[in-house]
T-cell receptor, first 117, second 112 residues
Framework: GAVVSQHPSWVICKSGTSVKIECRSL??????MFWYRQFPKQSLMLMAT?????????EQGVEKDKFLINHASLTLSTLTVTSAHPEDSSFYIC?????????????FGPGTRLLVL | QKEVEQNSGPLSVPEGAIASLNCTYS??????FFWYRQYSGKSPELIMS????GDKEDGRFTAQLNKASQYVSLLIRDSQPSDSATYLC????????????FGSGTRLLVRP
């Protein structure tokens, strides 16, 4: 299957700072990537769809000015958590679809654990 | 609101038994269905995909799809303690977004 990487895997920051998380498709190109957030013992929550060369599409209730997404190339999407606060502490996971037509499947990165102090 | 429903569990089975995980979905037009396994603290890992009615087998895993009844199931034969994880059912939205809708997951516990 396809390989998706994320960096960093762990980040601890002070409240009010901004944190950038990278998501890369290593062996394929992805015009679309997805960003999820997962709180402890809860399911995945889709935050936004990252579109190469155009604006991201955010899910209802997700603040686009707080979670900045940039998809500048076919293999890289970035999520920047601006002015992070303790309630933003979570597990952030990206995914990218790969496969043929309607058999396309999403492959997940290993995730980034964010702790805001 | 398009939904995917799973029993949260935990489903507890003894080692060597068959674990049966079920999922129902609301969007009758869905065509692609997936099972992901998520270990605690890790990201989801694709286990099985299924697109046609019937059974699809891969090693100890069998996915079953019934579009008329709008349910998908995952059978794990000869369950091992290492299978203990949360299993997420996901359904592809049949629009241009390639989005997946995830169920809340079923926690499986395989007792040694």
């Amino acid at each position: 299957g396809a390989v998706v990487s994320q960096h960093p895997s762990w980040v601890i920051c002070k409240s009010g700072t901004s944190v950038k998380i990278e998501c890369r498709s290593l062996d394929f190109q992805a015009t679309t990537m997805f960003w999820y957030r997962q709180f402890p013992k809860q399911s995945l929550m889709l935050m936004a769809t990252s579109n190469e060369g155009s604006k991201a599409t955010y899910e209802q209730g997700v603040e686009k000015d707080k979670f900045l997404i940039n998809h500048a190339s076919l293999t890289l999407s970035t999520l920047t958590v601006t002015s992070a606060h303790p309630e933003d502490s979570s597990f952030y996971i990206c995914s990218a679809p790969w496969g043929l037509a309607w058999e396309e499947t999403q492959y997940f990165g290993p995730g980034t654990r964010l702790l805001v102090l | 609101q398009k939904e995917v429903e799973q029993n949260s569990g935990p489903l507890s089975v003894p080692e060597g038994a068959i674990a049966s995980l079920n999922c129902t979905y609301s969007d009758r037009g869905s065509q692609s269905f997936f099972w992901y396994r998520q270990y605690s603290g890790k990201s989801p890992e694709l286990i099985m995909s299924i697109y046609s009615n019937g059974d699809k087998e891969d090693g100890r895993f069998t996915a079953q799809l019934n579009k008329a009844s709008q349910y998908v199931s995952l059978l794990i034969r000869d369950s091992q303690p290492s299978d203990s994880a949360t299993y997420l059912c996901a359904v592809n939205l049949m629009d241009s977004s390639y989005k997946l809708i995830f169920g809340s997951g079923t926690r499986l516990l395989v007792r040694p």
